[in-house]
């Protein structure tokens, strides 16, 4: 039962995560710097939602590290984003960058932890 209340909180976590995207990218200004970051940040922010469910589905170990490895480089695409509307800074909401910034990389270590712990379990 606490396996799969860890699992339902984690995919609220990246569903919040991906509207929490959503809304700091229509903020984002209609320039070419929005124009061009925008687009980007929805893919990636969006992303590891749908790629965490595929992989509780996954048919092997390796399936689950491996969809779980593309759920974590789209967070680490996420956070150079995110640093980067930060540090310009492209919208009017100054705290949603930096808090998005925090969940990002909390994010980063749940799925670095859990690809390792996969990793290990299936060497023994």
Known sequence: MEQRTIRHDLENRLIQYAIDTLTLSEGLPNT????????QLLRSGTAPAAVYGEAQSA???KDFVHK???ALKELR???????IIKRKPLINDAKLPGL???????LISIFVTSINTAIK???E
Request: aromatic share 4%.
């Open 32 to 39: 070419s710097a929005g124009k061009h970051i925008g687009p």
């Open 59 to 61: 048919e092997s170990r």
């Open 68 to 70: 779980t490895k593309v």
């Open 77 to 83: 695409e996420s956070h150079v984003w995110l640093a």
């Open 100 to 106: 998005l910034l925090n969940e990002t990389n909390e």
């Open 121 to 123: 379990d299936d060497q």
